[in-house]
């Protein structure tokens, strides 16, 4: 007799095997699907990144540049020296977090992390002497470098295998934007709100450092696998003593390197591409402002105006345009996205009239909501399983590398080529971009990968 499918026979339990066959499939189905976006971890990841980025915006914009310059009287090449350390800890340790991330977990990660960003904030507000200073934003960076690779490590995991998850890196890409945003503003009101005390101002900041540790103790820790790996290691330690132990750590790294050479199977454009897009961010912020009062006359309350215009069109944009990603792929919206915001770019470079000025913002805005959630899609589905933290803490030092470099380069063109010329080189770099995707969209591969 049949019966859902199984095949009754005497004198065996059918029901005990059909109830094998039901937790057989329901398995197979779980494995298929991608997990429910809000789960309490995605949660604790968007909470990080917000965090993060709500404490960085702050210092970096709102409180750092006005506390060391005229409050510290620091000379402009130690700021300048402290915010590039920043940048470089920041950028250069990803690769390393997201080597750590695979072999001590999200929670030993990012915990250590953070407590090195809780130490920097405290030496800020203590501490006056600028070595100690430089070193505290040195720290700082140390500090959030593994934000990302942890971040992007676990939102793929949660995709399923076809890593459609344009949806979530949308949702992530509001609570930096957000936070970004909120830091410089709330704590410009905190300090006309507490007579400019910047005393008050970073016991905030100290508060949003513990609840961030707290968040972190709360993330999963190890897997099986690596726990395993670090009994092995706990084993050779009690065995043979710190020489060996170097010498697990020291053929870890090859391994993963050789895994970085063998695995990652990737057309080489993605190098460059990487690079490319956050160098256009680069060029552009730190001039924004000062084209739009010296050369545009806009005052600072339709600065911010403006600035609420282009980053709300981003931010509405963003989940509908990761969910159709999912839907549709993210061929045509990397496409549309970069020759929009390279048009845009040299338009707005021309323009005069403040109606133009929003609606070219606005239009950029839209094109960074079609390119983010696509863009980071689109690395998803290039990187190998076995090694995902590593490689995005390797994709995303690359691509923050453009964010180091960029400001240099900006500063330069716009003192001896023009002020408009940050914006052209920006339209070129984006149409390089449009340019470089329509090969890997493609051949988003190499041909050969050689053992």
Same mark, same amino acid.
């Given at each position: ?5 199984v ?6 339990d059918?029901?005990k095997?059909? /109830? ?8 197979? /189905?779980?494995e ?8 309490p ?5 968007w ?6 980025e709500?404490?960085?915006?702050s210092l970096l914009?709102?409180?750092l540049?006005?506390y060391m310059?005229?409050?510290?009287g620091?000379?402009?090449? %130690?700021i300048?020296l402290a915010f ?6 920041d950028n250069?340790?990803?690769?390393p ?13 990012m915990?250590?992390a953070l ?6 904030i405290?030496m800020?507000? #203590?501490?006056?002497?600028p ?12 500090? &959030?470098?593994p934000l990302w ?5 676990g939102t793929?995991a949660?995709? /399923?295998p076809?890593?459609?998850? /344009?949806a979530a890196?949308?949702?992530?890409? $509001? ?5 970004t945003g909120?830091?410089?503003?709330v ?9 400019h005390?910047?005393?008050?101002v ?7 450092? $513990? ?5 972190a103790?709360m ?5 099986k696998?690596?726990?395993t ?11 043979g003593g710190?020489i060996?132990?170097k010498q697990q750590?020291?053929k ?5 390197i050789?895994?970085l050479?063998t ?7 993605i190098?460059?591409?990487?690079f490319?897009?956050?160098?256009? !961010? ?6 924004? &402002?000062?084209y739009?009062r ?10 911010s ?8 069109? &981003?931010?509405?944009?963003l %989940?509908?345009?990761?969910k159709? #990603? ?6 045509y ?6 020759l ?5 770019l040299f338009?707005?470079?021309t323009?005069?009239?403040i109606?133009?000025?929003f %609606?070219?913002?606005a239009?950029?805005?839209?094109g960074?909501?079609? %390119?983010?959630?696509?863009w980071n ?5 290039? !990187?190998?399983?076995?090694?995902r933290?590593t ?5 995303? &030092? ?6 180091? !470099?960029?400001?240099?380069v900006?500063g #330069?063109?716009?003192?001896r080529a023009?002020?408009t ?5 920006s339209?070129?770099?984006m ?5 470089c ?5 493609r ?7 050689k053992?």
């Amino acid at each position: 007799m049949w019966k859902s499918g199984v095949v009754e026979e005497p004198g065996l339990d059918n029901s005990k095997n059909e /109830g094998e066959d039901v937790g057989r499939m329901r398995q197979i /189905g779980q494995e298929k699907a991608p997990r429910r976006l809000w789960s309490p971890f995605f949660a604790q990841l968007w909470v990080l990144v917000f965090l993060v980025e709500f404490m960085k915006g702050s210092l970096l914009v709102a409180i750092l540049p006005v506390y060391m310059g005229e409050t510290l009287g620091l000379s402009a090449g %130690i700021i300048g020296l402290a915010f590039s350390l920043q940048y470089f800890g920041d950028n250069a340790f990803r690769a390393p977090a997201g080597w750590m991330a695979e072999r001590l977990g999200y929670r030993g990660t990012m915990s250590t992390a953070l407590l090195f960003t809780l130490v920097a904030i405290i030496m800020l507000s #203590v501490l006056r002497e600028p070595v100690w200073l430089v070193v505290a934003c040195l720290l700082l960076g140390l500090g &959030t470098s593994p934000l990302w690779p942890c971040v992007m490590t676990g939102t793929t995991a949660m995709s /399923g295998p076809n890593n459609s998850n /344009g949806a979530a890196m949308g949702t992530l890409e $509001i609570a930096s934007m957000g936070g970004t945003g909120l830091g410089p503003l709330v704590m410009n009101f905190a300090m006309s709100y507490y007579g400019h005390s910047y005393g008050m101002v970073f016991m905030i900041l100290i508060g949003c450092s $513990i609840v961030l540790l707290l968040v972190a103790l709360m993330l999963p820790g190890s897997n099986k696998t690596t726990a395993t790996e670090n009994s092995e290691r706990s084993a050779v330690v009690s065995s043979g003593g710190a020489i060996k132990q170097k010498q697990q750590l020291w053929k870890g790294i090859k391994e993963t390197i050789r895994t970085l050479k063998t695995k990652l199977n990737v057309n080489p454009l993605i190098y460059p591409a990487l690079f490319l897009q956050s160098f256009v !961010i680069g060029l552009i912020s730190p001039v924004l &402002t000062l084209y739009a009062r010296t050369d545009l006359g806009i005052s600072p309350n339709l600065y911010s105006v403006l600035l609420i215009a282009g980053g709300g069109v &981003t931010v509405l944009a963003l %989940i509908p345009c990761g969910k159709l #990603v999912d839907r549709l792929g993210t061929e045509y919206f990397l496409h549309i996205g970069f020759l929009l915001a390279g048009i845009t770019l040299f338009f707005f470079s021309t323009v005069r009239s403040i109606p133009f000025v929003f %609606i070219a913002v606005a239009l950029i805005g839209l094109g960074y909501a079609l %390119i983010l959630p696509a863009w980071n899609t689109f690395l998803a589905k290039l !990187i190998p399983e076995s090694e995902r933290a590593t490689v995005w803490g390797f994709f995303l &030092t690359l691509q923050g590398s453009g964010m180091v !470099i960029g400001p240099l380069v900006s500063g #330069v063109l716009w003192d001896r080529a023009g002020h408009t010329a940050p914006f052209i080189i920006s339209g070129v770099v984006m149409l390089l971009m449009f340019g470089c995707h329509l090969a890997l969209a493609r051949h988003p591969r190499r041909k050969t990968v050689k053992a």
